[in-house]
């Protein structure tokens, strides 16, 4: 009859369009959006903050890694802990300088007048961290000698000149005093063009030789130390720095703390495989100093240390061949991070880079994956990927680690998808060929595809970040996302799963384990309960390598939870679904049998698993 040729075709072309819509992993990309969401959740109770999606899928790739020092390996908190006149004396506190009036004014002038920082209240807001160090330690200060100065011209601190200079005048209400042009900078910018100094009694001499000055200036870079130069200037100062002669105040010692938890952090980024180096403004001694002490140097490596003079000198090429063993390139001016982050990515790797200044954004907004500082301008964090709160290498470790964490969750979810697809799309075409054309019906299809879809996306999006996964090498940026060791699982499990659905609808022994054998309804009411709980079971496979499917499962409650509801819903389907699902009620003992057959994908993939140990080929996801 041509109604019923036309109600068979329809009934194959609807089937056809379900078995299609199974086997396309449409929810994919619904998946990573998810693991994407609910890991930025996570990321940012751990100072994390993720400003573009792509940041964080890409950080578990990084090859190397530019840090800056101040605040990402170092507390961030600069203080000035020491002072070195020019005749050489040193003094440990302010109350043994305070003694040398004029010395002390000159220093206080210098700090109060030659910085970008301010006091509001007892508060110091603006400037960089070498500012607001030096103006809290002028600070409080004697009001009357800064009420006595006013600022006239400025020449602001640039990396690429290394000195900060401001020229001050008597105001009219005192009328005392005379004309200053403070001059605050690199030691080795400045030393040179100095000839005189202020003696202890503030008296102006000759200067005794910068030899002394520099076996003190190497102490204190041997220590961590930053060095600052502060000297005036008889002449007026251009922004060029075209000195002429400098009186020289004396050497500042600031020091910032290295955060108890760098070392550890730095070790565990390398361990990762990820080479980290140390981009700073200090000279190279203390960079030197500070890269031994965080564990980025060891022992007296100098091909590792570049300064930017030497870096400017080498060529492109020249520079890729060095950049591997490369740890710590000092006095680095902005331009010097775009330049590495370029080399780093022609030599094909995976490049993150940190700043907090404005002058950073090109370098954050070129590489890979830019981590802009909490702390930091806000035209840093707009050029950034990823916003480090605390501004620590700890919580950049932890970028790296969920950034890994990530696709790991992605892979687990294409394993069970894949293997439930294999097993969806094999039934579908075996079945007619073995006596039964619709073994899974159209709505059966659909609730499998919202498990495959939906619920298990939600359910590996949980799975936890775990430490193992910082021992492992980074990914290639042309790694396939199926590895081999996936497509083993996907298709043992698949044809597996394939064999234990057809065994199920052929073997007649299985078919006497029902009651209601007789009745295709239920029977076929236990093979779609044994394709879900199989699923099910499956899914614990595909979420660990391990033979130990419970591994961690405490980390990752939503999933226990998750499939515990798919296992729920598909029961009441059984007694529920009626003639919608093609369902009808089991008894106790069918169930606890449709249980007991799905279980057997577990020891399966156990076996399988034990197999690829044995014959040494024990794989990861």
Known sequence: RPSLIIEHILHAITLAITVVVVAVPEGLPMMITVVLSSNMRRMLKDHVLVRKLVGIETSGSLNILFTDKTGTLTRGQLEVTQFIGGDGIE??????????????????????????????????????????????????????LRNSYQKKDTVPFDSSVKFSAARITPTKKTGSGHELVLIKGAPEKLLPFCNRCYNENGHICPLPGCLHLEHKMKELTARAFRVLA????????????????????????????????????????????????????????????????????????????????????????????????????????????????????????????????INDAPALKKADVGFAMGSGTEVAKEAGDIVILDDNIASIAKAVLYGRTIFKSIRKFI????????????????????????????????????????????????????????????????????????????????????GLCVSFLKIPRIHLLFRYAGNPAYF?????????????????????????????????????????????????????????????????????????????????????????????RKGNI
């Open 230 to 357: 502060l000297a005036v200037s008889e002449t007026p100062i251009n922004s060029e720095g075209d000195f002429n002669r400098l009186i020289l105040i004396g050497l500042i010692g600031i020091r910032d703390e290295i955060r108890p938890e760098a070392r550890a952090a730095v070790n565990q980024v390398q361990e990762a495989g990820i080479q980290v180096v140390l981009v700073t403004g200090d000279n190279r001694e203390t960079a030197a100093a500070i890269a031994k002490e965080t564990g980025l140097l060891s022992g007296h490596n100098e091909n590792a240390i570049l300064t930017s003079d030497v870096l400017a000198s080498m060529s492109d090429d020249e520079v890729k061949r060095r950049l591997t063993f490369i740890r710590v390139v000092s006095r680095a001016l902005p331009s010097d991070k775009s330049r590495l982050v370029k080399l780093s990515q022609e030599l094909g790797l995976v490049t993150g880079m940190t700043g907090d200044g």
């Open 524 to 616: 076929m009411t236990a093979f779609f309960a044994l394709f879900i709980f199989a699923g099910v079971f499956n899914s614990f496979n595909a979420r660990t390598y391990r033979v130990n499917l419970l591994a961690h499962l405490r980390r990752n409650p939503q999933f226990l939870m998750i499939m515990l509801m798919v296992a729920v819903i598909q029961i009441l389907l059984i007694y529920y679904g009626g003639s919608l699902f093609r369902t009808a009620g089991l008894t106790f003992g069918e169930l606890k049998t449709v249980l007991m057959i799905a279980f057997l994908v577990v020891p399966a993939d156990c076996v399988r698993k034990l197999v690829l140990r044995l014959f040494g």
């Open 91 to 144: 003094y440990k506190n302010t109350s043994q300088i305070k003694r040398k009036k004029v010395l002390w004014e000159l220093i206080e002038l210098s700090g109060y007048f030659n910085t970008g920082s301010t006091m509001s209240g007892k508060r110091i807001i603006g400037g960089n961290a070498t500012d607001r160090a030096l103006l809290k330690y002028v600070s409080p200060g004697n009001p009357v």
């Open 415 to 498: 394993i069970f998808q894949l293997t439930m697809n294999l097993c969806a799309v094999g039934v579908s075409i075996i079945g007619p060929f073995i006596g039964i054309d619709t073994p899974v019906t159209v709505m059966q299809m659909l609730w499998i595809n919202i498990i495959m879809d939906t619920l298990a996306g939600l359910a590996f999006a949980g799975e936890p970040p775990l430490a193992e996964y910082m021992s492992e090498p980074p990914k290639r940026r042309d790694e396939p996302v199926l590895n081999r060791y996936m497509l083993h699982q996907i298709l043992c499990m698949g044809i597996f799963t394939v």
